[in-house]
């Protein structure tokens, strides 16, 4: 199902490639932290999808006259990301049939949580704009809980305690072992490379990975893999926001080379 981040990414490709001065890329790219200085705008979307659209610009991009000679950059920026964002809702609608519009467009600080990652480029020059994808369908009403019928004063029932429930899919007396630490580890890619390879890297050389850009991380705990999710930036720190995670008893399997 396509999403507006998707029909941003190309409103933003194609906008960008158009507006600004020696005709930029834009590419995603892993997310990193922003230096200060760092800028943005948010966009307000409601409709059939709803909620905020942010975007973060690298500080440094304002040092480049990419809005043109005597613009005021910034305020280039807001209106360029307007654009843009009005663009995506157009988009989104001759795709999907979903219609949304954008409410309202207003300057934001840094964002504690990021989606995607991207790198504008332009000759030697390379900024990272930094996009968090709150935009979502509404939630369906909760229906409303059913009271069970109430016993009777004359019925007295005399139940045993409840027990505590079991975590689900996990053994019973497995809870002993809940508070054991375990080292968690995130695996980009891998690759196999021959020993004269190895012993010929230099600061540098880039070791290109089996896995793209937009593929899932791995969560490794032990030898085996306990989820799978996309990278984002909590506080300034790489984070992991699962998308998928293997059954509780293949998550077990991971630490048996631990004890």
Avoid at 127 to 133: A, E, P
Wanted: charged residues 25%.
């Amino acid at each position: 199902m396509m999403t507006y981040l998707d029909c941003w990414i190309g409103a933003a490709t194609a906008l960008f490639s158009q507006a600004l001065a020696g005709e930029p890329e834009l590419a995603e790219s892993l997310p990193k932290p922003l230096e200060s200085g760092a800028f943005g705008f948010a966009a307000t979307v409601s409709g059939d999808l709803g909620g905020r659209f942010s975007v973060i610009l690298d500080a440094a991009v304002l040092a480049s006259p990419l809005m043109g000679e005597g613009v005021d950059q910034k305020a280039g920026w807001g209106e360029l990301l307007r654009e843009v964002a009005d663009a995506a809702a157009g988009e989104l609608l001759a795709k999907t049939g979903l219609k949304c519009r954008v409410e309202k467009s207003e300057e934001t600080g840094g964002e504690s949580k990021v989606s995607r990652a991207f790198q504008l480029t332009s000759g030697d020059h390379a900024w990272t704009i930094l996009v968090r994808d709150d935009v979502r369908a509404p939630k369906p009403a909760a229906k409303p809980l059913v009271q069970p019928p109430t016993q009777s004063p004359v019925q007295e029932r005399h139940d045993p305690p409840l027990q505590p429930p079991a975590q689900p899919g996990v053994s019973p007396g497995i809870e002993l072992l809940l508070d054991v630490e375990l080292e968690a580890t995130l695996r980009f890619g891998c690759r196999e490379l021959p020993l004269g390879e190895v012993l010929d890297l230099g600061p540098g050389d880039v070791v290109q990975l089996d896995r793209h850009v937009t593929d899932p991380v791995d969560l490794i705990v032990g030898d085996k893999i306990v989820a799978r999710g996309e990278v984002v930036l909590v506080n300034g720190n790489f984070g992991l926001r699962v998308t998928e995670v293997a059954a509780p008893r293949k998550r077990l399997e991971s630490i048996r080379c631990l004890f």
